[in-house]
T-cell receptor, first 107, second 115 residues
Framework: KNEVEQSPQNLTAQEGEFITINCSYS?????LHWLQQHPGGGIVSLFM???GKKKHGRLIATINIQEKHSSLHITASHPRDSAVYIC?????????FGTGTRLQVTL | NAGVTQTPKFQVLKTGQSMTLQCAQD?????MSWYRQDPGMGLRLIHY???????DQGEVPNGYNVSRSTTEDFPLRLLSAAPSQTSVYFC??????????????FGNGTRLTVT
């Protein structure tokens, strides 16, 4: 079993839908990061979380440390949100990445 | 600031050839790292550095060498390319030497094919 599991692996949504991507991890972490990988391949960091919730525009990230679970929500999804979203669990000794959730938002 | 600059963008090698992937950052970041990304797998750490003169192995170091002679540069050398090294490679840097503690900044990636 991978230390970081994401679900779903693939997700198709219509423009305007509310989207949730889940990340479960089995290690004790110091911080959890959400990354976005654009269709062209570039990777950018969206959020760094160690507790609670963060919001940036239409994106919301939450984490439940006790349940070892984090979610990334996208409100009012748009085709430009189409990308691969990657969960990254960080401990003092290493970073572990999920395999990503491929999101396609259609008109 | 240019951020993390990674070159080349594409490369084709024959088995047994060597090459160097270049990575430079202009953000004075302590932590620099190399990852490979393969279909169906998460990013896997090859080598990393927490400062000039300090390097260490990651999860999949075999067949690769690194050095960190300056804060800015962290080249990755493939010693004798093998088809198993066909992958997309990313360089990433972070302000904090404790990489979990600050966001990673990624280069644009290098798509390497070994025939």
């Amino acid at each position: 079993k991978n230390e970081v599991e994401q679900s779903p692996q693939n997700l198709t949504a219509q423009e305007g839908e509310f989207i949730t991507i889940n990340c479960s991890y089995s290690v004790g972490i110091s911080a959890l990061h959400w990354l976005q990988q654009h269709p062209g391949g570039g990777i950018v960091s969206l959020f760094m979380l160690s507790s609670g919730k963060k919001k940036h525009g239409r994106l919301i990230a939450t984490i439940n440390i006790q349940e070892k679970h984090s979610s990334l929500h996208i409100t009012a999804s748009h085709p430009r949100d189409s990308a691969v979203y990657i969960c990254e669990a960080g401990t003092a000794s290493k970073l572990t990445f999920g395999t990503g959730t491929r999101l396609q938002v259609t008109l | 600031n240019a951020g993390v600059t990674q070159t080349p963008k594409f490369q084709v090698l024959k088995t047994g050839q060597s090459m160097t992937l270049q990575c430079a950052q202009d953000m004075n970041h302590e932590y620099m790292s190399w990852y490979r990304q393969d279909p169906g797998m998460g990013l896997r750490l090859i080598h990393y550095s927490v400062g000039a003169g300090i390097t260490d192995q990651g999860e999949v170091p075999n067949g690769y060498n690194v050095s960190r002679s300056t804060t800015e540069d962290f080249p990755l050398r493939l010693l004798s390319a093998a088809p198993s090294q066909t992958s997309v490679y990313f360089c990433a840097s972070s302000y904090s030497a404790q990489a979990y503690n600050s966001p990673l900044h990624f280069g644009n990636g290098t798509r390497l094919t070994v025939t």
